[in-house]
């Protein structure tokens, strides 16, 4: 069975002194209070916290994963990191094709696909981010955008490396706006992303991948949403710079 996952996007926050303490919390909630040996935490914490971040992960019971990475192996990249270096840090996922970076950034599902093969090669797991914009949805068009992103980014995989992979759904004009996608609106792309893979790797690989939401998730309506048979846990922005809503949510299967 696939597992349930709660990772944490802090993007672009906290000082040093706050990461740490924001650490330190999740730790503390896990002392409190018992995750299901089922759900996995993932805490994905701007890169210079990486490192304090994985030091503490070997003591709790989380894993760790960076924001971003490059799409080249390495050499003559100025500022960007790449996933040889995610590896030596022994890293276990990295997200990729957030909505922010496509937007800013000009991430392609083209940049998306290479970074997918890069994470791979270098035995991280990628988490790669899905979702349309708000005129697409008001146009109709979520399904077709989605099926464009996923089969772009990721269907030049083999079956053994699609294992490897978490999707999350995450509609953009829910990312960050307190607006939450309604539980059905949810379940509904999740199992067409699900349909997808089915039809494209089978229906033992389609069962195996973990599916998540993400888009203004907090405490108050993770459970409806995690209750859909097709929604396998959540990608967290805003909520996971709390400790206490992080792990309220993570609690919420
Ligand atoms: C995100 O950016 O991945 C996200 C889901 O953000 P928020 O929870 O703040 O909407």
């Given at each position: 069975?696939?597992?349930?996952?709660?990772?944490?996007?802090?993007?672009?926050?906290?000082t040093f002194?706050?990461?740490?303490?924001?650490?330190?919390?999740?730790?503390?909630?896990l002392e409190?209070?018992?995750?299901?040996?089922?759900?996995?935490?993932?805490?994905?914490?701007?890169?210079?916290?990486?490192?304090?971040?994985?030091?503490?992960?070997?003591?709790?019971?989380?894993?760790?994963?960076?924001?971003?990475?490059?799409?080249?192996e390495?050499?003559?990249y100025?500022?960007e990191?790449?996933?040889?270096?995610?590896e030596?840090?022994?890293?276990?996922?990295?997200?990729?094709?957030?909505s922010?970076?496509?937007?800013?950034?000009?991430?392609?599902?083209?940049?998306?696909?290479?970074?997918?093969?890069q994470l791979?090669?270098?035995g991280?797991?990628?988490?790669v981010?899905?979702?349309?914009v708000l005129?697409?949805?008001e146009?109709?068009?979520?399904?077709?955008?989605?099926?464009?992103?996923?089969?772009?980014?990721?269907?030049?995989?083999s079956?053994?490396?699609?294992?490897?992979?978490?999707?999350?759904?995450?509609?953009?004009?829910?990312?960050?706006?307190?607006k939450?996608?309604?539980?059905?609106?949810a379940?509904?792309?999740?199992?067409?992303?699900?349909?997808?893979?089915?039809?494209?790797?089978?229906?033992?690989?389609?069962?195996?991948?973990?599916?998540?939401?993400?888009?203004?998730?907090?405490?108050?309506?993770?459970k409806?949403?995690?209750?859909?048979?097709?929604?396998?846990?959540?990608?967290?922005?805003?909520?996971?710079?709390?400790?206490?809503?992080?792990?309220?949510i993570?609690?919420?299967?």
């Amino acid at each position: 069975m696939r597992k349930h996952i709660v990772a944490g996007n802090w993007k672009m926050n906290c000082t040093f002194n706050e990461a740490d303490d924001l650490i330190n919390g999740i730790m503390e909630q896990l002392e409190q209070k018992e995750l299901p040996r089922d759900t996995k935490l993932i805490v994905c914490p701007p890169f210079p916290y990486l490192e304090m971040t994985t030091d503490y992960a070997n003591d709790s019971y989380f894993m760790v994963g960076a924001q971003n990475v490059s799409d080249q192996e390495k050499g003559a990249y100025t500022g960007e990191v790449s996933a040889e270096m995610l590896e030596s840090m022994e890293l276990d996922y990295c997200i990729v094709g957030h909505s922010e970076r496509r937007a800013y950034y000009g991430e392609t599902n083209k940049t998306v696909a290479a970074k997918v093969d890069q994470l791979l090669k270098h035995g991280l797991k990628p988490i790669v981010c899905v979702g349309e914009v708000l005129e697409e949805r008001e146009a109709n068009r979520q399904f077709e955008v989605v099926k464009q992103q996923v089969e772009e980014g990721l269907f030049h995989l083999s079956a053994e490396q699609m294992k490897e992979v978490v999707i999350a759904y995450e509609p953009v004009w829910a990312i960050g706006t307190g607006k939450t996608a309604t539980p059905e609106q949810a379940q509904e792309i999740h199992h067409y992303i699900r349909t997808l893979l089915t039809e494209k790797y089978g229906k033992e690989l389609a069962e195996e991948i973990s599916i998540l939401y993400g888009g203004s998730c907090k405490p108050s309506n993770a459970k409806e949403l995690f209750a859909n048979t097709d929604v396998d846990g959540g990608l967290i922005g805003g909520a996971s710079l709390k400790a206490e809503d992080f792990i309220a949510i993570a609690l919420s299967f």
